[in-house]
């Protein structure tokens, strides 16, 4: 009986792991088609790859989305960690659960809702001010550190939860300021959660199209954005190769991260034992 149970649990995940990765597999493969056909694989080849090198609106488009990305997730790490570390010296329960719910209402929204209310935002507040565009790399900017946010908060809560709240007392009582506490203390206890929120909200912001789409200006354009305005006639296989790096790169990413958090679990188990 627990011999079926187990094959029917490693079908499953296989089955789970294949639905999940096989629009990736398929994407990897034609990347590397000698042709530009989706329905027949004609031979090995690295043209796509070499096509990206003699494509500067897709390098262009790469270099904005990765800046934004890179500005983005830097920017809401370190407000998320600040609001986290707030949040969990709260004394009030009820303000506590509060703002927890405040937090969790920007995930739960749908995303066409944030991008078109940001949008108005953005107008409304450049017809007050006066200004000439107002949308651009500012609003966009904006706008993706609003929708990572929440992300890096549900982040980095649960590592300070995890954290002795009298490690930076035991600090401040040795002599350290709380400022030199947070950094010599707590920062490096929840450093974990915090590269993990980083990389949770640069992979956010790297995708995302829908925000941006409603908050972006003329002169500045994403990746997405760009691949979607080839959609209207035909997306190229460069797309293809351009689109398996980046995958490579977030799974390399997440590797590294999930190595790290191990070998920091390993650490802290061994100075308990």
Known sequence: MKKQ?????????????LFLYAPMGVMVWF???ASNSTATFAGFS??????????????NALRNTLVLALLAASVSVALGTAAALGIDRLRKHWVRALLLHITN?????????????????????????????PLGFGSLLIAHITFCLPYVILSVLPKLRQTDPHLAEAAQDLGCSRMQAFFKVVLPAISTGVVSAFLM??????????I?????????QTLPLYIYSMTKKRVKPDMYALSSLIFVAIFVLLLLSNWAQ????????????
């Open 5 to 17: 149970k187990g094959a029917f649990s490693a079908i499953y995940s296989a089955l789970i792991l």
């Open 31 to 33: 990347s590397f088609n």
């Open 46 to 59: 690295l043209r796509w790859y070499g096509a990206l090198l003699e494509n500067p609106d897709a390098q």
């Open 105 to 133: 209402l920007p995930l739960m929204n749908p995303e066409i809702v944030t991008g078109i209310s940001m949008m108005l935002l953005f107008v409304f507040g450049a017809k007050l001010l006066h200004l000439d565009s």
């Open 201 to 210: 909200a640069f992979t956010i912001s790297l995708d995302d199209f829908v």
């Open 212 to 220: 941006s789409n409603f908050t972006n200006g003329p002169s500045f």
């Open 262 to 273: 191990a070998r920091a679990e390993k650490r802290a188990t061994k100075k308990e034992g």
